[in-house]
Nanobody, 119 residues
């Protein structure tokens, strides 16, 4: 099975940018559909963006559309989330996830990376 490790979180001022990375090991990510989620304190986990096997198609939640960009580099076994125009409400723990099938739940999750946006 694949292991996922997020990195790149930190503290940033509102309007700033961060790039999160999700490094995979154990299996090539080229066989996994992947996504980013986040969970803010006291809130449910929220889907942010997903990307197909080759990276040719992406999907975004309305809350981040136009501000966040998901991408993947299968050769580096890594997925990314470029975040710009960050807002205080983007403060959360960000998780990457992977699944084999389009029709299954996300099976593999990273441990999360904290993003704090100060206004």
């Amino acid at each position: 099975q694949v292991q996922l490790v997020e990195s790149g979180g930190g503290s940033v001022q509102a309007g700033g940018s961060l790039r999160l990375s999700c490094a995979a090991s154990g299996r090539p990510i080229s066989v996994y559909r992947m996504a980013w989620f986040r969970q803010a304190p006291g809130k449910e986990r929220e889907f942010l963006a997903s990307i197909t096997l080759s990276g040719g198609n992406t999907n975004y939640a309305d809350s981040v559309k136009g501000r966040f960009t998901i991408s993947r580099d299968n050769a580096k076994n890594t997925m990314y989330l470029q975040m710009s125009s960050l807002k205080a409400e983007d403060t959360a723990v960000y998780y990457c996830a992977a699944r084999r099938s389009l029709y299954s739940n996300y099976e593999y999750w990273g441990q999360g990376t904290q993003v704090i946006v100060s206004s």
